[in-house]
């Protein structure tokens, strides 16, 4: 069973930093990572394409999340500076077995647990 396990969240007071984890399974054409804050629907943050290395951000998020990935240990990353209220939400990976849009949610083959990032002003 292909499995993602996702660690690195927390609370930080605005302008703070942290760096999500997501640790796969399995191999992967690209891994994402989405956001559900309370009353929202789930929206899509940044996602990284294993073979061409290319990343793609969320305008909200661009210039201040990382997204990147480490090969030999089938994990992606997501290092989130200067982190705003607004950020608070429940984080998710999710990884895609086949070439397709980024932002696609039905896209994604498996999903995390979700780890909670609260952000306080």
């Known amino acids: 069973q292909a499995q993602l396990e996702e660690s690195g969240g927390g609370s930080v007071q605005a302008g703070g930093s942290l760096r999500l984890s997501c640790a796969a399974s399995h191999n992967y054409h690209h891994m994402g990572w989405f956001r559900q804050a309370p009353g929202m629907e789930r929206e899509a943050v940044a996602a990284?394409?294993?073979?061409?290395?290319?990343?793609y951000y969320d305008y909200s998020v661009r210039g201040r999340f990382t997204i990147s990935q480490d090969n030999t240990r089938n994990t992606v990353y997501l290092q989130m500076n200067s982190l705003k209220p607004e950020d608070t939400a429940m984080y998710y990976c999710?990884?895609?077995?086949?070439?397709?849009?980024?932002?696609?949610?039905?896209?994604?083959?498996?999903w995390g647990q979700g780890t909670q990032v609260t952000v306080s002003s």
């Open positions: 999710a990884s895609s077995s086949k070439a397709a849009l980024w932002y696609l949610q039905s896209e994604y083959n498996y």
């Open positions: 990284v394409y294993r073979g061409a290395n290319y990343t």
